[in-house]
């Protein structure tokens, strides 16, 4: 896979939440990891690959607790929607990785690419509304500060589809 298919952090991805920005911004570092491995063949090659995978699975399963707990906090109303995108995702991860163990053809190349789509997709469509939610909150705290009306009618619909996430098929078949 080129370089040119490696992820690059954007401000576009901030949530605002600065120990959450700097979790996002170390799985793209590891994720840009994946990529010369992720061509090579050969057993030293698939072993490599694999630690990798499954250090990045350790660290975005603490990165989901985290988030988890900090919407929690925030009474965030779909946390518990935002939480079944994560286990889905980790359930598929490690499917995968479970028919890698088991020798069975898995394109490295595609599981590479379908875990940075992921990631990418659902911090600018998900991570995002809480980010909203986040500037709502404190909109309307500065609102009641200066006693005037809130500003509820700005803020869309906090509610998302669970469509916005990536179907695995698209890249496993
Ligand atoms: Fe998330």
């Not at 090659?45 to 603490?62: D, S």
């Not at 889905?88 to 394109?107: A, D, H, N, T, Y």
């Not at 190349?109 to 990631?119: C, E, G, S, V």
Request: glycine share 4%.
């Amino acid at each position: 896979m080129e370089k040119s298919n490696a992820v690059e952090w954007d401000d576009r991805y901030t949530v605002g939440v600065q120990m959450i920005d700097e979790q996002h911004k170390e799985l793209f570092s590891m994720i840009n990891n994946f990529y010369p491995g992720c061509l090579k063949e050969g057993e030293k090659a698939n072993i490599h690959f694999k630690l990798m995978v499954y250090g990045f699975i350790n660290y975005i399963k603490y990165h989901f607790d985290t988030e988890e707990q900090f919407l929690e906090r925030l009474k965030y109303p779909d946390s518990m929607a935002h939480k079944r995108q994560h286990d889905e995702f980790i359930r598929v991860i490690l499917e995968k990785m479970e028919k890698v163990e088991l020798g069975q053809p898995v394109s490295f190349k595609n599981f590479t690419r379908y875990i940075r789509d992921w990631l990418v997709t659902h911090i600018t469509l998900i991570d995002k509304k809480y980010a909203t939610y986040i500037h709502f909150i404190n909109g309307q705290i500065k609102t009641a500060d200066k006693s005037l009306p809130p500003v509820v009618h700005k803020i869309g619909p906090l509610h998302f589809s669970e469509s916005a996430e990536i179907p695995s098929e698209m890249f496993f078949g």
